[in-house]
């Protein structure tokens, strides 16, 4: 009888790599102030570490650096900004399988004591059923702006809408319900700043005052007609007359009570071309 001696070679089983997937968590840094010592921190979950972490575009505001956690789940960003501006970037972070994730940020470093303030301390009075305008505008620190109705409400009919360039919130529509309104606009600059003012808007039922203008006729050649224009701050106009006006006379009757009007015309030739404005002249209704 024989007996066989077998050797087994015993192979190790080795499981196949799934990479698990590794996540930037956060998802926006804190903005700045030159010459103030700067903080923020971006962490990471999921995967296996070490992370491997880069600045995949952009650059870092002026001043400040990144430094990767002993543990590898966050990237450290700090220093004192030196330079004024908007810096775009991107974090990328890579798992230890390879797996990538990258997000975006933007860090506004504005100037030192650079603040917001809303430079319209008064809002026009209206009429019901009568179009009202009104500009609300700031100024300082670093746009884009973030305004909202801080308390209170608009009268009844007007909405809000901010400006393209964010630096003035217009109030218009056509009041519907006379009461008196008052409500705080809050404005808040990219920096985090924030400026606050209350007004009062008082919508009447009727108009009961009429403001007569009258102005002298233009000496240029092929004049048409003039355009009026009317305004709280003196500063943003608005074109009142529906058509050009034949004549050198113009009665508003959409005046408000207890609201001051700046009001200046301009004259228009038969090629459309028209004339900078007179200079502005002032009318308080009482």
Known sequence: MKCWLLSLLLVPFVSPCVASSVAITTSSVPNGTI????????NASGGCTPYKWTIASGALPAGVSAKVSSTTTSLSLA??????????????????????????????????GSSVAITTSSVPNGTVKTAYSAVINASGGCTPYKWAIASGGLPAGLTAKVSSTTTSLDLA??????????????????????????????????????????????????????????????????????????????????????????????????????????????????
């Open 79 to 112: 220093g004192t900004p030196t330079t004024a501006a908007t810096y775009p970037f991107a974090v990328k972070v890579t798992g230890c399988g390879g797996v990538v994730s990258q997000v975006s940020y933007k860090v506004v470093i504005q100037a030192t």
């Open 35 to 42: 010459k103030t010592a700067y903080s923020a921190v971006s």
């Open 173 to 286: 529509g056509t009041p519907t319900t006379a009461a008196t309104y008052s409500f705080a606009v809050k404005v808040t600059g990219c920096g985090g700043v924030v400026s606050q003012v209350s007004y009062k808007a008082v919508i009447q039922s009727t108009a009961n005052h009429v403001v007569d203008l009258s102005w002298t006729a233009s000496t240029s050649a092929n004049i048409v007609g003039y355009n009026v224009y009317r305004s709280s701050d003196a500063a943003t106009w608005k074109k009142i007359n529906a058509s050009l006006i034949a004549s050198t006379l113009y009665s508003d009757s959409t005046v408000a009570n207890s609201t001051r009007y700046y009001y200046a015309a301009s004259a228009v030739d038969m090629y459309s071309h028209e004339s900078s404005k007179t200079a502005a002249v002032k009318a308080v209704v009482p």
